[in-house]
């Protein structure tokens, strides 16, 4: 099943092509956290590779449809909108690689509270975490920007004005420098 035709009336986009910078250049999609890679653990967290859309360099992990944002390291809003580029479902998972608290419960809260437009998780301090959320996918084409290189996606998405659905302990950790691992 490709992620186009993903079951219950979802797909994925996997924000997978940072450049891993504070990390010194460590490819975040490989690194590996309680013994699977962060990427498995995403995969895994949207119903496993056939659901979803990879944006970022191939990898060797079978099942999945990979896209590359043009150009690469354009910044996650345009790599967002190139794994739109093959979403035909009506509601589409937007997460970051390098989140390994989220699961397939931190999913499921998401795509169960989407409202007219979409759905994002917020850490405890209140901040919304723009990228990682559930989204109504042509609301979301929708507020792109013409030219989505370096955009920012709070400017992008925040007036969608998604529900906000409250991060449980360890769900909106992200992995930037090693400590965080």
Known sequence: MGAADAGEGSSAVVLAGGRGSRLGG?????LV??????????????????????????RDVPGVRWAREDPPGGGPLAGLAAGLRWVTTDLVVVLAVDQP?????????????????????VDAGGR????????????LRAALPADPRDA??????????PVRVPALPGEARDVDTPADL
């Not at 809260?109 to 979409?118: C, E, F, H, I, N």
């Not at 919304?128 to 609301?139: H, I, S």
């Not at 920012?152 to 004005?161: E, F, K, Q, Y």
């Open 128 to 139: 919304p975490q723009w990228l990682t959320g559930a989204w109504r996918a042509d609301r």
């Open 33 to 58: 956290v309680d013994g699977r890679t962060l990427l498995d653990r995403v995969l895994e967290a949207v119903g496993g590779p056939g659901r979803a859309v990879v944006v970022g360099p191939r």
């Open 152 to 161: 920012s996606a709070r400017s992008a998405l925040g007036p969608l004005d």
């Open 101 to 121: 608290g989220v699961t397939r419960a931190t999913v499921d809260r998401l795509l169960a509270s989407v409202g007219d437009t979409g759905a994002v998780l």
């Open 26 to 30: 460590v490819d975040k999609a490989l």
